[in-house]
């Protein structure tokens, strides 16, 4: 078993993954409906690869998890980007690697605070959703359509949340 520590979610460390989607992410900043709203611009692009696909939005709620939670396995999505909008207003932690062969080394873990949420690029690996306080809704934003999207993997050498560290 190994503990993962996680460092604070910035757009600059995710890049790697994909996407940070919240208001303090450097972007395009445009002032819409009679100057009462800030548009912060593309803050991430929803792919959908391959012929047929689509994009939906769905609600995922995610029971908890604490310190002593095993993380077995990794999992991606080849044929397009994955996004997790943060309804609830609570922490959550992100587990993961580089797009390609899934390298155990190359693992990363991220706390995102109760006002940030993430867009993964095709084919990066991630764990499911690691919400930490109670149970957290998400709006999921992900591609629809024919052909095998979800690809999973054991991991070789368990992992375990280093929540209080």
Known sequence: MQRLQLDP???????????????????????????????????????????????????????????AFVLRKMERHPLGSQAFINTSGHPYAIVVAPAGALDETEIRGFLAHAGQSVNYRPGVWHHYLLALEQPSDFVVVDRT????????????????LALGS
């Open 145 to 160: 359509g024919p052909g095998d999207n979800c690809d999973e993997q054991l991991l070789e050498t368990p992992l375990q």
């Open 9 to 67: 979610l910035t757009a600059d460390a995710f890049r790697p993954f994909g996407d940070v989607i919240d208001a303090d992410t450097s972007c395009e900043r445009l002032t819409i409906n009679d100057g009462r709203t800030a548009r912060h611009h593309a803050l991430a692009t929803i792919e959908c690869l391959g012929a047929d696909a689509g994009a939906a939005i769905s609600i995922f709620r995610a029971d908890p998890v604490d310190e």
